[in-house]
């Protein structure tokens, strides 16, 4: 027997990460249908894909298009609709979904939860601290600023990439907590936690995804992504401008020990709080010089590191995402034959560079025509649209900050980033961003001890523990 292959997908999202998903899943053996909610112009290319109209947030509206595509698999993209619900009613109604409860979901959208869960399972994070006052947290900023490199100012919720402040001393982590407590609304106490605040931790970061169950979790290969609008890591942060797989100082040894002591304990510890995570597991981490550390889990794939993921991975990827709903993917790898806990993947490379609109990433122009797409997918590479819409005219325009990832493929790294340089090349607009060094400087192969993690510093208040 061979692991269930879905036949009728819906999903649900409509950026650049759910193009790829789309043309990774599209194109598998078995596939009947492909919904996507709402999807978008670029998605609606893909042959075989029809979008629906819906709104993601609106868990009814989305088990009402399961039902009437009769999909057997609904597959989540961003993080908004998980927090919404979407998989607590498409569960409940049996209908399998590859995405977390809201509950499982909490390792995103709360800060808090994570530092809490990751204590709880071992799993080694920066020196923090939650907080729902000012003057307490301006305490703790002011300890760890005299003592180490530097402080990290968190928002709690999700804030969509713009709610971390990395700060260089003291005078910098008052004025960021000031910001963040300025923003409550007068007279009311918080609920919850508001911060968290970090030590900074330093090292190259990089971003390892698991496909979880529940119980299992295997992982896809490794990406490293450019938060910064700027080359050279300069400038604002914005949600990436492009990123690659593989990760030269990432290696499968260190992969495999990763999901074997970050992901898995994760995923352990939330089940025995009730709360089983199904979907995609993604872990921020950070290569410091004693090792590995957790900077954050998204409950989603990472955007745009799955653009430069789907691409290497060398196997279908319905039939993995359909036995995690389920909660079988154990018997899935092994029907695949896979051994240990690492998708295969091709040997090759792939590198995404992100083409951004004027003004990203603060108030963007739309309405830009775009040209030399033609020519950019005419070389080979892949074109994955995040922020277009079509014109009556049948030309493409800007619709979003981060407008479209160009993806190279080649034998090794710069060979893909050439192939992704020269297909960006071909691309235009009027104010169009984008960097030139994705994937440029390479950071030489792992020196890391791959088991020198130190412990966690038991610092992390628990449950109503909040300083
Ligand atoms: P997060 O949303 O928690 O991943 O934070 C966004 C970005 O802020 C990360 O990708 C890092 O570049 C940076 N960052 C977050 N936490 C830390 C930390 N403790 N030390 C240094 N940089 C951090
Ligand atoms: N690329 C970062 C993220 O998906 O959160």
């Avoid at 305490?139 to 260089?168: I, M, Q, Y």
């Avoid at 775009?370 to 819409?389: K, R, S």
């Avoid at 060094?437 to 088991?451: G, K, Q, Y």
Wanted: aromatic share 4%.
């Amino acid at each position: 027997m061979t692991a269930a292959t879905p036949h009728r997908i819906l999903l649900v999202g409509g950026g650049g990460r759910e193009h790829a998903l789309a043309w990774k899943l599209a194109a598998e053996p078995g596939i009947e249908a492909l919904l996507a909610l709402p999807g978008s112009d670029g998605i609606a290319t893909v042959p075989g894909v029809t979008c629906l109209p819906g709104d993601p947030l609106d868990p009814e509206a989305v088990m009402a298009a399961a039902q009437a595509g009769r999909a057997d698999l609904v597959v989540v993209g961003p993080e908004a609709p998980l927090a919404a619900g979407i998989a607590d009613t498409l569960e409940d109604a049996g209908i399998p979904v590859f995405g977390p409860v809201a509950a499982a979901a909490r390792i995103e959208t709360s800060k808090a939860f994570c530092h809490e869960v990751a204590e709880a399972a071992g799993v080694r994070m920066a020196r923090a601290a939650a907080f729902s006052a000012l003057a307490p947290a301006l305490v703790f900023a002011r300890d760890l600023a005299t003592r180490g490199e530097g402080v990290v100012v968190k928002a709690d919720g999700l804030a969509a990439g713009k709610g971390v402040s990395v700060c260089d001393d003291a005078a910098d982590a008052e004025e960021a907590l000031g910001v963040l407590f300025a923003a409550l609304p007068a007279g009311v106490e918080p609920a919850g936690p508001v911060v968290v605040v970090e030590e900074r931790l330093r090292g190259p970061e990089a971003s390892l995804i698991v496909l979880a169950d529940g119980v299992d979790a295997l992982a896809l290969p490794a990406a490293r992504d450019h938060k910064r609008i700027g080359d050279g890591d300069t400038g604002s942060n914005t949600g990436g401008m492009g990123a690659y797989s593989p990760v030269p100082d990432l290696s499968d040894e260190l992969a495999a020990h990763l999901v074997a002591t970050v992901h898995r304990p994760v995923v352990a510890e939330l089940a025995r709080r009730g709360v089983p995570f199904r979907g995609a597991l993604y872990a921020g981490l950070m290569l410091t010089a004693d090792g590995p550390a957790l900077l954050e889990f998204n409950a989603r794939f990472g955007d745009p590191e799955t653009q430069a993921i789907l691409p290497r991975l060398a196997i279908p990827l319905g039939p993995l995402l359909l036995a995690a709903a389920r909660g079988r993917l154990a018997e899935a790898a092994a029907e695949a034959g896979i051994t240990g806990s690492l998708l295969p993947a091709d040997p090759g490379a792939a590198v995404a560079v992100v083409l951004a609109a004027a003004g990203y990433p603060g108030t963007i122009r739309r309405g830009d025509a775009i040209d030399g797409l033609a020519d950019a997918a005419a070389g080979g590479a892949l074109v994955f649209h995040a922020g277009t819409a079509r014109a009556a005219d049948g030309r493409w325009m800007t619709a979003g900050g981060r407008v479209l990832a160009v993806v190279g493929k080649g034998p090794d790294l710069p060979a893909a980033r050439a192939a992704a340089e020269r297909a960006a090349g071909e691309v235009r607009w009027t104010g169009m961003q984008r960097r030139h060094d994705i994937a440029a400087v390479l950071p030489a192969r792992e020196v890391l001890p791959a088991h020198s993690a130190r412990p966690t510093p038991a610092t992390f208040p628990g449950p109503g523990g909040l300083p």
